[in-house]
């Protein structure tokens, strides 16, 4: 279950998503058009109890949110300025070798994939925890919108239920394609599904290969090229 957040929270995780500057665009408008408003002197006299009340309260609501409303903008354009800082980080990391894709969190996975894509021309949108089918990236591009789920296992080869979650999200939201990304491996189930479905598989060794040529104009994410000998044992909890 989604944790429940505050409509504060919320403002400033849906600013955090969007470029830095959109942020202070609406701390901008925001303050001004509020500041305006609370400026603006009622006229209470021949007016009914109801119509007064209801312009009483826009004042203070505009008095007030002047203030509040631009700073939630503000610490959201700050945290997604935060958070552009941190991606370009474990991207160059990574694909400098610096660092090993095996040494960074899950958490770090996803921002290095939504990265690499922000890198070929792709409208990026992190979906966080809990979103459905397990997506955690959704791309634009040329109008056409493609689904990404990461799986940053390393014990355990990536099976054919996550694929097949993945497809459904992907039929009900209209999907042009879809992306399965590991940095370990995928059975032999989980490549044949993804051929037949229109679904990108990317294992460790060929997303290394990806990220090493980010200087690549031309280079993109292709299909895994691998060859499972054997199935291993499954994530446990799927």
Known sequence: MARKTSTVEDIIEITAKFPWWVGGVLALVSYFSLHALAGKEYQTTGQDLGQAMSGSMIHVAATFGQFVLPALFTIGAIASLIGNIKRKKIYDDVTTSKKALEDISWQQFELLIGEHFRHKGYQVRETGPGADGGVDLVLHKDGAKYLVQCKHWKAYKVG??????????????????????????????AIKFAGENNIELIDGKALERILGS???????????????????PLCPKC
């Open 160 to 189: 054919v239920k996550p694929v097949r979650e993945l497809l459904g999200v992907m039929a009900g939201s209209g999907a042009a394609g879809g992306y399965v990304i590991t940095s370990g491996q995928f059975t032999r189930d």
């Open 214 to 232: 980010k200087n690549s104009a031309t280079e993109t994410f292709q299909k895994a090229d691998v060859k499972n000998t054997q199935d291993e």
